[in-house]
């Protein structure tokens, strides 16, 4: 037997709401599959398990908020057969797990309070929990029009989160004051982990001019046989750039836990990705270095995509090991990054512009597109020769994108 | 097609990937990226979404000319045609 916590989507997160069970007890899962819905201020996130088994039971209700770390289910190992006592119903659980894990009492309360409601209902009162109501309220939904399950066809806040068509971050923003309460949630949970990185963790910045005229031909003469939907931004080349020179820097790579620092071996980029209507969301790609353009762009593409419909999985908001951003061609010059903890680094790009430069064999100056890189690093970490070396080398990396 | 059906079709498309868009505040003559906040993916989404609906190739070589609405406008007439 083991148990199904929820994990932290996040530095910045400490709870989450469960909105709805992809399993139930009795299904076999496999390491990786989506098994629960649940509500960060950022995002709807599909939380996957980390290990091959079969659910027992399902401890905690659609609705329900709670801290990271919580007990969510408790599933088989394979080959492990089912203990001879029956599953508990879900508040018999609920009630054992608020013996263990004593959560805070408002978790415990909002979760109970759903059934109970439901329970006690009187006949001739509304047939409604409050925490239903409240978040038809939350969520502009006309209560009354509200199908119930519950006893007596009581609507509880499953049924309501179920009402909504699609629960995504979306679709609950889908009301003015809903956006304008996420909007205000984000907004916390930015300051809360930017404020822990400029509290805990000492940067320092580099800075470096990069030649593009190669990579931007190279990436010209591929686009010209692709069609449009296969074509391939700057930004992922850009992407994969850092994702191979990281290889070579292990120390800008990782994470900075309990006062020591845990190299990563594989490469999540974590991308910056702006919201429309405000905020950021940096989840990550995987294995950056190993995919190929055409892949990485198609992830890329993916990637803003559900990002900005709010559909992100959970190994992508917890695991990247280091962050990119590109200001785009849009942008500003150049960038100089706050890291996201517990990661060690961030790299930055500004805009991809004409700018003279010196042609380093002939002397001659020359008008060439280029982009101002930049490095944010943690000096618990690294020193600025390590990075500068770093940034040295994407430089020439890029000077001959045919070799990635 | 004539070119206000042709803008309105550029409108929609540009509303599917930025919802804020109102099409009457957009001035036709100056660029669109200084109007619309649109980054290098939306803009690539806002060209395939053109593609797409009106059945034109349209060149990464040519997207240098493509500033404007009426720059669109005319462009796309062109490819129309041809």
């Not at chain 1, 139930?24 to 496999?30: A, N, S, T």
């Amino acid at each position: 037997m083991f148990e199904f916590k929820l994990p932290s989507l996040g530095a910045d997160m400490d709870e989450g709401k469960l909105l709805e069970w992809h399993v139930k007890p009795g299904d076999k899962v496999k390491k990786g599959q989506v098994v629960a819905v649940v509500d960060t201020s950022k995002a709807a996130v599909d939380v996957e398990i980390w290990q091959d088994g079969t659910v027992f039971e399902l401890l905690v209700e659609p609705g329900t908020r709670l801290p990271v770390g919580s007990v969510m289910a408790t599933l088989l190992e394979d080959g492990e057969s089912a203990p001879a006592r029956k599953p508990v119903t879900l508040q018999g659980a609920r009630k054992g797990e608020a013996r263990r894990k004593a959560p805070p009492p408002e978790v415990a309360a909002e979760a109970v309070g759903v059934r109970q409601a439901a329970e006690l209902a009187p006949p001739g009162r509304p047939r409604v929990s409050p925490a239903a109501r409240k978040r038809a309220d939350e969520l502009g939904r006309d209560i009354a029009r509200i199908a119930g399950s519950g006893p007596g066809g009581v609507v509880t806040l499953a049924d309501v989160e179920r009402a909504v068509v699609v629960p995504t971050a979306a679709a609950a923003a889908a009301t003015p004051a809903a956006a304008a309460t996420r909007q205000a949630e984000m907004r916390r949970t930015i300051a809360a982990a930017m404020s822990r990185s400029k509290r805990e963790i000492p940067h320092y910045y580099l800075f470096e001019t990069i030649p593009l005229a190669r990579a931007s031909e190279w990436l010209a003469g591929v686009n010209a046989d692709r069609p449009i939907t296969e074509r391939i931004l700057m930004a992922a080349l850009l992407l994969k750039a850092v994702a191979i020179t990281l290889k070579g820097f292990p120390a800008l790579n990782g994470f900075y836990r309990n006062e020591r620092f845990e190299p990563a071996d594989a490469v999540h980029a974590g991308v910056a990705i702006s919201l429309r209507g405000g905020g950021l969301v940096a989840p990550a790609l995987h294995d950056v270095d190993s995919k190929t353009l055409p892949v990485l762009m198609h992830e890329l593409s993916d990637l803003v995509r559900r990002t900005r419909a709010g559909s992100l999985r959970s190994s992508e908001m917890s695991d990247p090991t280091i962050t990119v951003t590109n200001l785009g061609e849009q942008g500003v010059e150049a960038v100089m990054g706050v890291i996201y903890p517990p990661q060690v680094a961030l790299v930055g790009f500004g805009r991809v512009a004409s700018r003279p430069v010196v042609d380093e064999v002939s002397g001659e100056l020359r008008v060439l597109p280029a982009v101002t890189a930049s490095l944010a690093a943690d000096h618990r970490v690294s020193d600025g020769h390590r990075g500068a070396l770093f940034l040295g080398a994407l430089r020439e990396l890029l000077q001959h994108p045919e070799d990635f | 097609m004539n070119d206000t059906e042709l803008l309105a079709v550029l409108i929609e498309t540009l509303q599917s990937i930025a919802p804020e868009v109102e099409g009457s505040e957009l001035r036709q003559d100056r660029p669109l990226r200084q109007q619309v906040d649109l980054d290098s993916m939306d803009w690539l989404n806002f060209l395939i979404g053109l593609s797409e609906r009106l059945k034109v190739s349209i060149p990464e070589a040519d997207y240098r000319r493509l500033v404007t609405l009426a720059d669109l406008v005319a462009y796309l007439q062109g490819r129309m045609t041809c």
